[in-house]
């Protein structure tokens, strides 16, 4: 049985819980608590092989941390950058690119730029947005 959007992102839920400190959201949050980690399904593109044998789908992860000390949070969002370490979520994801056997494979593709966020509330964030492929 295929696997589906809500098995994926639970997949990349328990990867990215092994990152500490991290507070990871599989719904859009109205008020996301920081340090955070937010997955958002962007595209599905469909017979990526023949006969039904896969889909591919485009995630999302969004990492937003507080700026409350400018140095500590961009310390925090290029721990999470790096291709390897404990703080790496590229390496976090692809310890088991199963997601526990809820996928064929998985990479994490692409990390964006680090941006800055001001929230409704005047709270203003530092974050970074991954690209991750799933075969399913």
């Known amino acids: 049985m295929p696997a589906t959007i809500s098995d994926l992102r639970i997949g990349i839920s328990d990867a990215l819980n092994t990152l500490l400190g991290i507070r990871v959201y599989n719904d859009l949050p109205d008020t996301p608590i920081t340090p955070c980690a937010i997955t958002e399904l962007k595209r599905v593109s469909y017979d990526t092989t023949f006969a039904r044998g896969a889909d591919e789908f485009q995630f999302a992860i969004q990492v937003l941390s507080g700026r409350a000390d400018d140095r500590t949070a961009q310390t925090r969002i290029e721990s999470y950058i790096a291709g390897s370490g404990t703080g790496s979520l590229k390496e976090a994801l692809e310890a088991d690119p199963t997601l526990d056997g809820a996928c064929m ?20 964030l530092l974050g970074v947005e991954f690209q991750v492929l799933i075969y399913a």
């Open 105 to 124: 494979t998985l990479r994490v593709i692409e990390a964006g730029g680090l941006q800055s966020y001001d929230r409704s509330d005047g709270m203003s």
